[in-house]
């Protein structure tokens, strides 16, 4: 069946400090993936999205390509901040099994000033 | 802005009482909404697909008969937490996807806080 897996947390890192968080996935169609972003106490927030093979969706300096051929989605960041402290979580959903979400199991950043 | 409302944010009850929560879509119809928990390493759990007009599809393990469901309009889902006891603490979250878009993505609510004494 569809799954997610992403990269186990907590991460900390300085301020400036190049982020990457991996994700991959298993699905049996072709799914629209996404990256949410939960500040403390609060739901998600979509950061990010990516439809189809190659696309590159990108937000608030945060970036993730779709890699079919390696099945990832990898979030990466160039220059973090005290602000994007925060649980990201990796998703798809994909439309052979009616469009259901999947989530990965969310990573913790930290960012240290 | 938000395009799903969910409240109260927090709600402190004492053991046995009931706690209704309520998820609302903003600027769209959802036939569909989505309840979510999310337990304390930060893992989100299905718990069940709020259908307008019928009945709730709940994920396996999850006991329906304490977990209401009630999506009464287009706009409005209901979870009511039964005899609520301290192992039912936890974050719940809402979401809805705007209906006719297959690779649209989930809004969320900024979820509930339940506390159980």
């Known amino acids: 069946g569809d799954s997610v897996t992403q990269m186990e947390g907590p991460v900390t890192l300085s301020e400036e400090a190049f982020l990457t968080i991996n994700c991959t996935y298993t699905?049996?169609?072709?799914?629209?993936l996404f990256w949410y972003v939960q500040y403390p106490g609060e739901g998600l927030q979509l950061l990010l999205k990516?439809?189809?093979?190659?696309d590159k969706g990108s937000n608030k300096g945060f970036e993730a390509t779709y890699r079919k051929e390696t099945t990832s989605f990898h979030l990466e960041k160039g220059s973090v901040q005290v602000s994007d402290s925060a649980v990201y979580f990796c998703?798809?959903?994909?439309?052979?099994?009616?469009?259901?979400?999947?989530f990965g199991t969310g990573t913790s950043l930290t960012v240290i000033p | 802005g938000a395009v799903v409302s969910q409240h109260p944010s927090r709600v402190i009850c004492k053991s046995g009482t009931s706690v209704k929560i309520e998820c609302r879509s903003l600027?769209?119809?959802?036939?569909?909404m989505f309840w979510y928990r999310q337990f304390p390493k930060q893992s989100l759990m299905l718990m069940a697909t709020?259908?307008?007009?019928?009945?709730?599809?709940?994920e396996q393990g999850v006991e329906k008969d304490k977990f209401l469901i009630n999506h009464a309009s287009l706009t409005l889902s209901t979870l009511t937490v039964t005899s609520a006891h301290p192992e039912d603490s936890s974050f719940y979250i809402c979401?809805?996807?705007?209906?006719?878009?297959?690779?649209?993505?989930?809004?969320f609510g900024n979820g509930t806080r339940l506390t159980v004494t």
């Open positions: 979401s809805a996807r705007r209906p006719g878009q297959g690779d649209s993505p989930l809004h």
């Open positions: 699905a049996t169609g072709y799914p629209s």
């Open positions: 990516a439809t189809k093979a190659d």
């Open positions: 998703a798809l959903s994909d439309r052979n099994t009616g469009n259901q979400f999947y």
């Open positions: 600027d769209f119809q959802a036939t569909t």
């Open positions: 709020s259908n307008e007009g019928s009945k709730a599809t709940y």
